[in-house]
């Protein structure tokens, strides 16, 4: 199941610009045509047979977030199709609201099925899955794709990290898995995490992605910070208590900073993406 552009453009917002208040109940589709990443609640195609009408689903469709994913925890039976009602459905949808509205997520069925007369649609609990892709070299912690998926689709409040949001750099390369009690973070010589002001950072653009507006730059070092491999994100100025938010081990040059050097993200030079699947 993939998330869609207005998902995408929140939880961007919420991580750099402005917090994202989740939405009770939702609602699930049967959709006659895939649906697509920049599609809507009023432009998706649903079945129409006599009866249909959205599936409320509450906080508890889904099980808590686990593995990086959400997965259907109880089935969802819509109302039973009447004569002259055939019809072939092929996806499914999630949106906010019972008619319109935005969408969520969607996903195709494994095989198409026809909708006839006397049919009572059902999709059986473990059919949906809400997956965040792991992250390989750079990308969110299991910790994020949590926190994102338990928001947007279990009605469970995260509290934005936008004004608590600190760059730091490592020694070592990061994991999805990876805590801040299990990076390898520099230290010594002046080295501290960089506050990134919210007004540093753009708005999620069409594509869900962003980028700085302003240079984030490090304290100047008085010595060596060691070989830096990686940098993060995190909810703390210091310690090993914050969130850590995302990562990259793959974008930053390998570099040894020493006395007097300068350590900066140039404007635009931070950018963090998104990915449809769909």
């Not at 006659?32 to 649903?46: K, M, N, Q, R």
């Amino acid at each position: 199941m993939s998330l869609s552009q207005h998902a995408r453009q929140a939880i961007v917002n919420h991580i750099f610009k402005e917090a994202y208040t989740p939405v009770t109940p939702l609602y699930l589709c049967l959709c006659t045509a895939h649906p697509s990443y920049y599609d809507t609640g009023s432009t998706i195609t649903e079945t129409v047979y006599t009866n249909y009408t959205r599936k409320l689903i509450s906080s508890s469709f889904f099980g808590a977030a686990s593995s990086r994913k959400v997965v259907q925890a109880s089935d969802a039976v819509f109302a039973t199709s009447e004569s002259g009602d055939p019809s072939t459905i092929k996806s499914y949808a999630i949106c906010d609201a019972s008619s319109s509205g935005n969408l969520l997520a969607y996903g195709n069925f494994s095989s198409e099925w026809e909708l006839t007369s006397g049919t009572t649609p059902k999709i059986v609990a473990g059919e949906i899955e809400i997956v965040i892709s792991n992250a390989v070299t750079t990308g969110i912690t299991n910790f994020t794709a949590h926190k994102i998926l338990d928001m947007l689709f279990r009605n469970v409040a995260w509290t934005s990290p936008k004004d608590n949001l600190y760059f730091g750099l490592t020694t070592a390369t990061i994991s999805d898995g990876s805590t801040m009690s299990t990076i390898t973070e520099c230290s010594g010589n002046s080295y501290a995490r960089k506050n990134v002001l919210s007004s540093a950072i753009n708005y999620a653009d069409d594509s869900s992605n962003t980028s700085n507006n302003a240079v984030i730059a490090f304290v100047t070092p008085t010595g060596t910070w060691g070989l830096v491999t990686s940098m993060f994100a995190t909810t703390d100025a210091s310690g090993t208590a914050g969130d850590l938010l995302f990562f990259d081990n793959t974008n930053i040059v390998d570099c040894t900073p020493d006395s007097g050097d300068t350590i900066q993200f140039l404007i635009s030079d931070f950018e963090f993406r998104t990915y449809s699947t769909g």
